[in-house]
């Protein structure tokens, strides 16, 4: 018999394997572009629009409510390794349709996994929880990402493709044996205009309360801010400082361990000092990470130290961000984070298209000015939350 400890390390060993997935193909944008003949445009675009498949978890956030949490996170984890096969296709075309896969199973994983730790641990001491399940996204970095450099220059720009197929059906498999599957409830009943959830007036549409918006709010803006620099940053030091394949792994794997210190400080201290004034300061940590970012000029160490700055605010803010979502409604749980994922889906992909596009038009400055605009709204966002 598991216990809960050990569910929860299958399923974010699970989810680092996804979020390596997703996140080496930022900072190894260069690499791609050489590999399938086209520039950063055409691919962040692709990237963009593939966030799209965020959409359906306003559908499947209905079928987590019901107790299939578990199905629907192995059906993410599955889609993670089919992606990668996919892309072995070697094109521009066989990439978008990869894409596309791997961003349905990464946030749908992602939101089935949120909605099992929502439904086993109390608000009081779900940021630990929380904390350590999204620790998966800065391991992306600091583990996945050396080995992804490495797959690189041993085996070219298939290497890490069939690595993560390999490696997302083992973590599949370890949840199918390690997590039991929950127990199926019915549907919750739909709320009608006038009714109240949780002792709150609930929107007609969306069964949701209305104060239920600003905290889904921030949560899905600070992953735009985040989103709008991070992709675009292995090209920018690539292009204005020269870094090379091995010298980006290098920065990468720097960068997920200041994640991780940011990731295990929100399981560590968010629940004492307050979710709502955690994310907050994080958003703050953010903004200065920028400003120090835009002041590099020719040095690279100054660029260096400003994005890992601004990246370690990010996460510390967005990880703490999600325990605020979990509790937005309290009586549908998994819709509301269904919901929540999907908002961040229409503002993440706006981020990367926008900072693509200004990064090909008039810099890294321009992609730097979007992140700062995104992220002050973020922060009245969570001046605005009153969860928990």
């Excluded at 001491?125 to 583990?143: H, K, P, V, Y």
Aim: net charge positive; proline share 4%; aromatic share 6%.
């Amino acid at each position: 018999m598991n216990g809960p400890r050990t569910e929860l390390l299958a399923l974010t060993t699970a989810k680092t394997v996804a979020n390596t997935a997703l996140r080496w193909i930022g900072p190894f944008l260069p690499t791609l572009e050489r590999a399938f003949g086209t520039n950063v445009g055409t691919l962040t675009t692709i990237l963009a629009v593939s966030e799209m498949g965020g959409l359906s978890t306003l559908v499947t956030g209905r079928v987590l409510d019901r107790g299939h949490r578990r199905r629907i996170f192995l059906a993410g984890s599955a889609a993670v390794a089919v992606s990668s096969v996919i892309a072995l296709g070697g094109s521009v075309r066989w990439f978008a349709l990869a894409t596309v896969v791997l961003l349905l199973g990464v946030t749908n994983l992602t939101v089935a996994g949120l909605a099992w730790v929502s439904a086993r641990v109390p608000y009081e001491g779900r940021g630990r929880a929380i904390g350590i399940f999204e620790l998966s996204w800065a391991l992306a970095l600091c583990i996945g990402g050396p080995i992804i450099a490495v797959l690189i220059d041993s085996f070219g720009w298939r290497g890490p493709f069939v690595g993560l197929a390999v490696a997302a059906t083992a973590t599949t498999i370890g949840v199918l044996v390690l997590v039991p599957a929950d127990e199926v409830t019915p549907p919750p009943l739909r709320p009608t205009g006038g009714v109240r959830v949780s002792g709150r007036t609930a929107d007609r549409r969306s069964g949701l309360p209305r104060s239920a918006w600003p905290p889904l709010l921030a949560s899905a803006l600070t992953a735009a801010a985040g989103l709008a620099v991070f992709v675009i940053s292995g090209a920018w030091l690539s292009d204005q400082f020269g870094v090379s394949t091995a010298g980006l792994g290098l920065v990468v794997t720097g960068f997920g361990l200041l994640e991780l210190v940011a990731s295990g400080s929100s399981a560590a201290f968010s629940d004492r000092l307050g979710k709502r004034r955690s994310v907050a300061g994080g958003i703050v940590v953010l903004a200065v990470g920028l400003v120090v970012t835009a002041s590099a000029g020719t040095s690279l160490l100054v660029a260096v130290i400003g994005l890992t700055v601004f990246l370690t605010g990010f996460e510390f803010a967005f990880v703490t961000s999600l325990s605020l979502v979990s509790e937005a409604a309290p009586a549908a749980r998994g819709r509301a984070l269904g919901v929540g994922n999907s908002i961040g889906t229409i503002t993440r992909a706006g981020g990367v298209f926008l900072s693509g596009q200004l990064y090909e038009s008039v810099g890294f400055g321009g992609s730097l000015a979007l992140s700062a605009v995104v992220a002050v709204v973020a922060f009245a966002m969570v001046l605005l939350s009153r969860t928990g």
